[in-house]
């Protein structure tokens, strides 16, 4: 049996639904020699790696220009006048070119992320919950304010098995360990029921649910409607785990109450960064 490969993840910024799906394909038959790649959804709930955007769309680039100060992830352009300082690619796509620029990009990263370290610093995950339409202008106290703390509660997993609700605490376990915040707690629960799920979300306090799409049984949109139509759970977040031969419905899922998706297999990276978006967990 083959460990899972996880590749690194790009968000695409800007572009037309046409040249998504021409820049998709690409990156899935980038050279096997090289890193793999991974177009994340729109509703995606993890980190990209590094973004991948339309340097001609003006609101792209505005996009790009709200990037929390002190970001990691490299952006490389396609496309736009050549004005821009960032690495640009010009169109047509040429794939070995756009695979080299990539791979180029991800060596700054590594190279960022080993500097990052090396200061003590850590990576804070982005916790909107939509893109920023304009820079911070306001003093940071005025940001921390308007913060709400998530719900105290528990992680619940609805699965076939309990096998990933395991390798989650112990994720969670590791990551509390070298905590500064001594006592603080987030238990992890699992049940492949769908009624024992909605039980337990009314008589228990959860902050996060996070159902596998795949899970027998369980029809994911229903659930996360069921759940979220308690009393109480406004502010539980509903998250689902996605493969690639689920079809991901984005205004079903926010009828649902669904704040986003991980596809699977889900790095441990995007797992912490998940958590300390949802969930507070330390960093």
């Known amino acids: 049996m083959h460990a899972p490969r996880y590749p690194f993840t790009v968000r695409l910024v800007g572009f037309a639904p046409a040249e998504c799906v021409q820049l998709g394909s690409l990156l899935a038959q980038a050279p096997r020699t090289g890193p793999s790649y991974f177009c994340l959804h729109d509703d995606s709930l993890q980190e990209p790696d590094l973004y991948l955007a339309d340097g001609g769309n003006p609101a792209a680039l505005a996009r790009l220009a709200c990037l929390p100060a002190g970001t990691l992830q490299p952006i490389l352009l396609i496309g736009g006048d050549g004005a821009s300082t960032r690495r640009t690619l010009p169109r047509p796509v040429d794939a070995a070119r756009l695979y080299h620029a990539l791979a180029d990009l991800l060596d700054e990263r590594v190279q960022a992320l080993a500097a990052q370290a090396a200061r003590g610093e850590r990576c804070c995950p982005e916790r909107r919950r939509r893109p920023r339409l304009g820079p911070d ?31 989650v605490a112990r994720v969670v376990d590791t990551r509390l360990a070298a905590s500064p915040r001594p006592g603080f707690s987030r238990p992890v629960e699992w049940t492949d029921s769908t009624r024992a799920a909605v039980r337990l979300c009314d008589e228990t306090p959860v902050s996060l649910v996070m159902i596998n799409t795949c899970a027998i049984g369980v029809e994911s949109y229903s659930l996360s409607s ?41 790095a441990d990276r995007h797992l912490v960064a998940t958590f300390q978006k949802l969930l507070a967990l330390p960093t």
């Open 137 to 167: 202008t306001e003093a940071p106290a005025h940001y921390q304010r308007m913060r709400q703390g998530p719900p105290d509660g528990a992680v619940l997993i609805i699965d076939k098995g309990g096998a990933f609700r395991d390798h």
């Open 226 to 266: 069921a759940i979220k139509s308690q009393e109480g759970a406004s502010r539980t977040a509903v998250l689902f785990l996605v493969g690639q031969s689920f079809k991901y419905d984005s205004l079903r899922a926010r009828d649902a109450g669904v704040r986003g998706l991980l596809d699977k297999p889900v």
